[in-house]
Structure formats: C-alpha cells, structure tokens
C-alpha cells in the first residue's frame, strides 16, 4: 500500500482566534460547568514544567462521526484551571483520535516540557 505524502501549504493568512469567531459573550452551558467541576476533581496533581509545553491528546470517541478538535478548547481550557498555568504556554500540541465502543469516551493527555522538533525543519523558516 502506497502512502501519500503531501506538502507543507503555507496560508499567508492569521490565524483567526475561537474568541474572534463569535458575536457577543461566550456563557458556560451548564454541561460545561458540570464537565469542568467534574475533571478538575477527577485529576491528579501533576508537575508542570516551568516555561513551554507539550499537550499530547488521546481523544476516545464512540461515534466515528465526532469532529477531533471539538473537545479541544474547553478540555485544555479546564487543564489550565486545574494546574494553574496559562495555556499560552503550549507550544507544541499533538492530538490522535481513536474509536472506542459506547461508554469508553474519554481523554488520555500528557504535559511535558516542549522540546522543539519541527520549527527548524520548517520549509517557510522561522
């Protein structure tokens, strides 16, 4: 099986921030409070490096249909409540879907600290 290997397009436009997306306030649903009450509960203590961050995601889904990057925004959103550190910090982010059966949804994640690998392989420069 061959495998296709396509190259790096570079927009030449910003990227538009979630926060510019949207007319007026954005108001936690109640789903959300209840999401973001519940993980921050849930999870361990962690150490969180000093300085940039890599966020690797496992995203378990039971509908092969759920977008990868729905859950993105509120969980890592939640993170940064939990572990007190400004998810500006995350300079590399590595996400992988995988299909699981009913009732094993789920995020899987790793914090550590960023080790560049990509940016001085980059065709377009720094």
Not at 66 to 87: A, E, G, H, W
Not at 92 to 112: A, N, P, T
């Amino acid at each position: 099986m061959s495998q296709t290997s396509n190259p790096w397009v570079k927009t030449n436009h910003k990227p538009l921030s979630a926060n510019d997306s949207y007319y007026g306030k954005k108001t936690k649903t109640a789903a959300y409070r209840k999401y973001e009450e519940a993980l921050i509960s849930f999870l361990q203590d962690l150490e969180i490096p000093d300085g940039r961050l890599t966020l690797h995601i496992l995203v378990r889904y039971s509908n092969t249909r759920s977008d990868i990057d729905n859950c993105l925004k509120p969980f890592i959103d939640v993170l940064q409540k939990r572990y007190l550190f400004n998810d500006s910090k995350i300079f590399k982010l590595g996400v992988e879907k995988q299909v699981v059966k009913r009732g094993d949804d789920e995020i899987i994640f790793k914090l550590s600290e960023y080790v560049p690998d990509m940016v001085n392989k980059f065709p377009y420069g720094n």
